[in-house]
Structures are given as structure tokens and as C-alpha cells.
């Protein structure tokens, strides 16, 4: 009756007030990664692993800053505000973005290494970025862009800074390295160093190079320079904060570091230090703007003083939290798995409480369940947890040696299975048994999801590809499709009727009948390759699926799959969904927070009718050398096309302009491109399609 009802109100749209299907949630905020912090004349821009957020109230409130960035798999790493006026985003997987003064968005740039960790500005106005295959060098503002191996290499970059001098360093796991030359020469420049694994660099208003270092065993964090790098010296406060995290300094020249557990600051030029801050994690990047002083963290979201770290306080709000899993509880309570621990919510989202506890390390959250008990499973990255939620406590499982756990799923007799970096780990009552899984190529494969059936056949969701383990066996079979000979699931469910499904990485949703034995595309209103994150039934047995950058799907009852993304058009890197009791849907994203349908709600989206704005096509198909792609739009605009390897990772992108209609032969930056399997991925303001290629020798 329920049904008939939402569907008449979408008929009769004249007599009843629609409204958007998706609400956002109140938070959780704060369980994140913040990578930088940067303080402009406007404000403060933290860059966080879920997105780019800024503040205009000296960060007491956060807002989402992400327009212009349609890339779903970016981690934002700093920003860099040009003598211009203008604005760069390092990003780490889409490049450098760019903003000029005046605009409302981000623009893409086109650089020679996607992988950007670090930028920064030398005083002639030449910005230069650190990547993983080397430096960076703009001399246009970030429009275009040249790539400079170092010491003749290719050295991972993880911090750059020009001194007032012109000299070029870049910091790497070997040491600092200088270049007199922009970057052209390098020489190796860390005489004095105790330790060489440098993450940060940072230069005074006095000329002062400092270096942060990471020692794997204790030993000096902290170096100076005042020769241009020939000699450094140990300067690091006197409680040892394991690594830097980052550097900055005030108008009146007072300097703030921080590190493990620790923010300090000298009001020496660094020859002294005084801890102002403690927290039980790191802090990855601080920024100063008057008395104001922001520190990012790992998974605590930022930490706020407006006394210049007389006080402190956790200053979250609208920082959303990346959140990585969704559970409905007992009483459905909401519970959250974010890079900063769990959060629980028994308000539908409105409050949320912090499980762990503060003062203890962050146990990054990465998948949830529940035991037969009603306990809670939090598979982190520092091993598998169980929260008791009437004595409030926490116990430690395993597996052996704690290692990341990437999902976690109960069995029957109170059994566990967990996805582990080499296979699958089954617990039986305290004892834990491996069962490594090896491809193919002989290569351990990293299990991101587990299913597991009535007759005890185990499910495994690899890097690459998915296995099944009968029961009773001991080997693992890979599972394949008519539509491909392997596929990459990340994550299986089981529907009411007792079906099994595989969301899965570029191909879409796979169904089997038959135990696992056999799988089949279901595509009927997709491009067929969609990245399926999440799988859930409503307590009506309605199937729907959440997509890393298109959003949420629910299958219609002809069969085909229709977008559910009213409300959350800006939100669409979907990562968990989950049903409570009462019908309620919550769809956890990657950096937009959760967001919620109450059940009942009016809302203009038929569940029947499927919409398209943008199609793809790709041919030929294997190609060798030469690809192009059929785009048919709804809409005029620019487009974002993205070539994707195996891994993942981006190897190819352009943009175009493209008006409303078909397009036949849009070529395909595929040239210089080995061998292999690729996703192709053309994205617009609204939606995006991916179709599989294959390239050819």
C-alpha cells in the first residue's frame, strides 16, 4: 500500500508537496584525515583525504568547497593561494586544480603526473609540486606544467620549498635534495641529518629552512638550516614527537610544530620549544592567521586556538567525516565507520556520540557488523574490535599480528570472517585460521569483501578479481561472467529470495543462481560498469545500490535500475547503505557525511522510469593504438574524460566542450598505453558513464 501510494503522489504532483528524497545527516564530523591546512586573507582551506573544506569564521565552522572537482577517487592535499589572487588544489590521484580569482570553482589541469602531494610558490612567482615520480614546475600560475625527475630518478616528493634565495628543495625518503636551478639539477643536501626520511619542509619569514623528519627507531624530528642546506641541525623540542606533521608561522614570527600527540611552538626562531597542544594522534598540518591557529589531524578532524595555543578545543563542525561503512543496530541505533572511529547516532543522524575514546590512539574504522549477540565488529586498520553496547567497552580479536581489516562478516555458530591484505581470516571460537588466497599470478590477493552461504562456501572479493572457497574444501576458484573472465568485488549480499550478489569495481552489479557457480551482468539502465560500493534491501525486498561517484540506484520492478539522487546530486561517491527497521535508508559517502530518506516521504522520483543525461560507447573494442568513444549528452557542458588502469589509478585524462546530442568520435588519450585491461570514464556536471576497454598489442 505503501508503494501505491508514493507513486500516485509522483502522478498527482498538483496535490501533494514533493520534496527531495535524500536529507543530509547532522554530521558525524571530524573523522577524517586532514592533510593541510592553508590560511588566506579570506580564510582557512583544510584539505582533507574526503575533500576541501574552508571557513570563514576563523574555523569554528566548515563548509564543503568541492565544485569543479568531479574526479571520485581524489584525496585533496594542500592549497596554495597565488600572489594573483588566484588558487591551486594538490591533489593526490586527480592533479592540480585551479581556481582564479573571482571564480566560483575548481578547474582541472592538465599535468604530466596525477599524484600531487605538495606545491608551493617561489618569490618570482614560479609554483612548483612535489608527485610521486618527481617535481613539478609551472611558470604560468598552475596553467601548464613541466615534470623534473630528481637526482636523475624517480624520487616519491613529499615536500617542496624555495627559499628567498631561489634555491629549489624537495624533500624524499633519502634526504633533502636542493636545486639552484628550478629544478633542472639536483644536488643531495642533508649533511647533519641524523635521520633522512623527511615528509615536511618549511621556510621562515627570516630564511630559515627547516626539515621534518620521520625516524623509524627515535632520533632527532626536527632540522635547521641557515647555509642553503650544507649543514642541519637538530632543533626538535625536547619530548620527542616521533614524526613532523607540519610548520608554520604567525605575523609576528612565532612558529608552531606538530607531530605525534604534540602541537609546540617557539618563540625563539626555533631554538626553543614549548608544547601547547596534546592530542592522542598526529597532527598533518597547521596554518596561523593572527591570533588564530588551526592543526589538522589524523582522524580527529582539527584542533582550534584563538589564544596562539593558550586554549584548544576540537572545532569539527561541517567537517564531515569519510565515511567508510554504515550499520543499523539494536533499537536502530545508526552507527558510523570513519577514519576517526565510530559514531553513533540514535536520532536518525541528527546527534552522534564518539565510541572510542579519546584518549586512546585512532583505530580508522573500515567495515561494521554485528554478532549473533548484538555486539558490535569494527574491522579497522589496526585489527579486528568487538564494542559491547550495554557494558560500553571494547575488547581486542585479532586476527594474528592486527592486521587491516577490510571487512568483517559474521557466520553461523558465532563464527567470523574477516578480509585481510593476504586472504581470508575465519575465527572459531578462539582460535583463527588463515586462508591465504593466491591468483592466478601468484600474487597474494588484498580481500576487500566476504560473503558466506548456508552450505559454507566462502566469497572473496579480491584486488583484480573474486574467488569462491566451497565448503569443505580447501582451494579457491575463481568466479567469472559471460561478460568478463574476472571481476573485482567489493562487496556481496544476499537478497531475500536467497540470491547472491557482487557489486563490483567497473562492472556494474553481478547476480548468481546457482551458489556462485555461474554470474550474470545486471545492467538494464546502467552503462554496465558502474563502481558498486554498497548492496541493500529495503524491508520490502527492494534492491539498491550505492556507486563511488554516481550516486544511489534502486532496481524498479521491470528490471531496470533507476538513480535515486534527489537532494544528493553534489554527493555522489556513495560508500555504505543500510535500512532500519522502519524503512528508513542512510547512505553513508566519502566526504559529504550521510545522508537519510525517511520512509513515507514524498518524493518526485518513479521508481520505473529510468533517466539517462549522459551514454557511452566505446570502439573499437580491443582496440590497438587508436580508440574512440560515442557520448550522447542531454545537456551541453564541459566533460571529464578519464582513462583508469587495473589498479585504479588514473594514467590518461582530457577535457572537452561538448554540445547537447550524439558525439561519434570523441578520440581517447589512450596513446603510449600499455597493453591491458582500462576503464574509460566520461563524467559531467551531473553523471558520469564507464565503459571497459581493452587495449592490444
Known amino acids: 500500500m505503501r508503494k501505491t501510494l508514493l507513486f500516485l503522489s509522483v502522478l498527482l504532483a498538483g496535490t501533494a508537496t514533493a520534496q527531495d528524497y535524500w536529507r543530509p545527516a547532522t554530521g558525524p564530523f571530524g573523522g577524517t584525515i586532514v592533510h593541510g591546512i592553508a590560511a588566506t586573507p579570506e580564510g582557512f582551506y583544510a584539505a582533507t583525504v574526503s575533500g576541501l573544506f574552508y571557513s570563514d569564521d576563523a574555523g569554528a565552522t ?20 597565488l600572489a594573483d589572487g588566484s588558487a591551486l588544489l594538490a591533489t593526490y590521484g586527480g592533479g592540480v586544480f585551479k581556481r582564479w580569482q573571482g571564480a566560483n570553482g575548481w578547474q582541472q589541469m592538465s599535468t604530466p603526473d596525477p599524484w600531487v602531494q605538495a606545491i608551493t610558490q617561489a618569490e618570482d612567482g614560479t609554483v612548483y609540486a612535489g608527485t610521486i615520480r618527481g617535481v613539478l614546475r609551472s611558470e604560468n600560475s598552475g596553467s601548464s606544467w613541466q615534470i623534473f625527475s630528481v637526482d636523475d630518478r624517480t624520487l616519491n616528493i613529499r615536500d617542496v620549498a624555495v627559499d628567498h634565495n ?16 628550478r629544478g633542472v639539477s639536483w644536488d643531495w643536501a642533508s649533511g647533519g641529518m641524523t635521520t633522512w626520511d623527511t615528509d615536511v619542509l618549511f621556510v621562515t619569514s627570516t630564511g630559515d629552512v627547516y626539515a621534518g623528519t620521520s625516524p623509524i627507531r627515535g632520533g632527532c624530528t626536527l632540522f635547521r638550516t641557515r647555509n642553503a642546506g650544507r649543514i642541519w641541525t637538530c632543533v626538535q623540542p625536547q619530548t620527542d614527537p616521533i614524526r613532523a606533521g607540519g610548520m608554520a608561522e604567525d605575523e609576528q614570527g612565532r612558529l608552531y610544530f606538530g607531530g605525534f600527540r604534540y602541537v609546540y611552538r617557539s ?12 592530542t592522542s594522534t598526529t597532527v598533518h598540518g597547521i596554518a596561523a592567521s593572527g591570533s588564530t591557529v588551526i592543526a589538522g589531524t589524523y582522524g580527529r578532524g582539527v584542533l582550534r586556538t ?8 576540537a572545532s569539527n563542525t561541517g567537517l564531515q567525516s569519510a565515511i567508510r561503512d554504515i550499520a543499523i543496530g539494536p533499537n536502530d541505533g545508526l552507527f558510523a565507520a570513519t577514519l576517526g572511529g565510530v559514531f553513533l547516532s540514535r536520532d536518525q543522524g541528527s546527534t552522534w556520540t564518539l565510541l572510542d575514546d579519546l584518549a586512546e590512539s585512532v583505530k580508522p574504522a573500515q567495515s561494521l557488523a554485528f554478532d549473533t549477540d548484538g555486539r558490535l565488529l569494527d574491522g579497522t586498520l589496526n585489527g579486528l574490535f568487538r564494542y559491547d553496547l550495554v557494558e560500553e567497552t571494547w575488547e581486542a580479536l585479532g586476527p594474528p599480528g592486527s592486521p587491516p581489516v577490510r571487512d568483517v562478516l559474521p557466520g553461523p555458530n558465532g563464527e567470523l570472517f574477516v578480509g585481510y591484505h593476504e586472504g581470508v581470516y575465519h575465527l572459531r ?60 568485488a567489493q562487496v556481496f549480499a544476499r537478497s531475500p529470495d536467497d540470491r547472491l550478489y557482487a557489486g563490483t569495481r567497473y562492472f556494474g552489479v553481478m547476480r548468481s543462481s546457482d551458489g556462485g557457480q555461474t554470474w550474470s551482468p545486471m545492467t538494464n539502465g ?22 563511488f561517484g554516481n550516486g544511489v540506484y534502486r532496481l524498479g520492478r521491470n528490471g531496470a ?39 513515507g516521504v514524498t518524493n518526485t522520483e518513479s521508481p520505473d522510469v529510468p533517466v539517462a543525461s549522459v551514454t557511452l560507447d566505446v570502439y573499437p573494442n580491443p582496440s590497438s593504438g587508436v580508440a574512440r568513444a560515442r557520448v550522447e549528452l542531454a545537456h551541453p557542458g564541459d566533460v571529464l574524460v578519464e582513462v583508469f588502469d587495473v589498479m585504479g589509478r588514473q594514467v590518461a585524462m582530457q577535457r572537452e566542450y561538448l554540445a547537447t546530442g550524439s558525439h561519434p568520435g570523441l578520440g581517447l588519450p589512450v596513446d603510449g598505453l600499455a597493453a591491458g585491461l582500462y576503464a574509460v570514464r566520461i563524467t559531467t556536471a551531473e553523471h558520469s558513464a564507464t565503459r571497459t576497454l581493452v587495449l592490444a598489442d
Request: hydrophobic share 35%; net charge negative.
Open 526 to 547: 546502467l552503462s554496465g560498469s558502474e563502481d558498486i560500493r554498497a548492496i541493500a534491501f529495503d524491508p520490502d525486498g527492494t534492491m539498491f545500490m550505492g556507486s
Open 267 to 278: 618563540d625563539d626562531e626555533g631554538s626553543t620549544w614549548s608544547p601547547i597542544a596534546q
Open 429 to 488: 571460537g578462539q582460535n583463527w585460521t588463515s586462508y591465504p588466497l593466491i591468483g592466478p599470478d601468484q600474487a597474494a590477493r588484498d580481500v576487500i569483501a566476504i560473503g558466506v552461504d548456508q552450505a559454507g562456501t566462502i566469497f572473496a572479493g579480491g584486488t583484480y578479481d573474486s574467488f569462491m572457497r566451497p565448503g569443505g574444501q580447501t582451494g579457491w576458484v575463481r568466479l567469472t561472467s559471460p561478460a568478463t573472465p574476472y571481476f573485482e
Open 306 to 313: 584563538g589564544n596562539r595555543g593558550t586554549t584548544w578545543e
Open 166 to 181: 631561489g634555491v629549489l628543495y624537495a624533500a624524499t625518503s633519502e634526504g633533502v635534495y636542493k636545486s639552484p636551478d
Open 62 to 81: 566548515w563548509a564543503l568547497e568541492n565544485d569543479g572537482i568531479t574526479a571520485s577517487g581524489i584525496d585533496s592535499r594542500e592549497v596554495l593561494r
Open 561 to 599: 535500475w533507476q538513480p535515486v539522487t534527489g537532494g544528493m546530486e553534489n554527493a555522489r561517491r556513495v560508500t555504505s547503505l543500510a535500512f532500519d527497521a522502519s524503512g528508513n535508508a542512510y547512505a553513508g559517502t566519502y566526504g559529504s557525511g550521510i545522508w537519510v530518506h525517511d520512509a
